[in-house]
């Protein structure tokens, strides 16, 4: 079982940046991928970017050239580095886990509210 705790949003205007944390403990490893999501309310939860244990990361196009995904596997944290923000980044951001024979974790964690306004 893996336990996910993100850290790192707050309030900002718009052009303005961020780095979210996750911090994984439990049974997770290297080769394991790790993602970002999305929230806003009354929308459907969006992949926002990947970290595969091989080092391939994807992004999904509303934020390509502006945020970076990162892992450092030896902490088992995952961050996401967010600049440029505009407000239709506002929602709340969770991490998640790829298991190799699950897929992507049913238990989520608190996710940390993202807020880009003027």
């Known amino acids: 079982q893996v336990q996910l705790v993100e850290s790192g949003g707050g309030l900002v205007q718009p052009g303005g940046s961020l780095r979210l944390s996750c911090a994984a403990s439990?049974?997770?490893?290297?080769?394991?991928?790790m993602g970002w999501y999305r929230q806003a309310p009354g929308k459907q939860r969006e992949l926002v970017a990947t970290?595969?244990?091989?080092?391939?990361?994807t992004y999904a196009d509303s934020v390509k050239g502006r945020f970076t995904i990162s892992r450092d596997s030896a902490k088992n944290t995952v961050y996401l580095q967010m600049n440029s923000l505009k407000p239709e980044d506002t929602g709340v951001y969770y991490c998640n886990t790829h298991l190799l024979t699950t897929g992507w974790g049913k238990e989520w964690g608190q996710g940390t509210q993202v807020t880009v306004s003027s």
């Open positions: 439990g049974s997770i490893f290297s080769f394991n991928a």
């Open positions: 970290i595969a244990g091989g080092g391939i990361i």
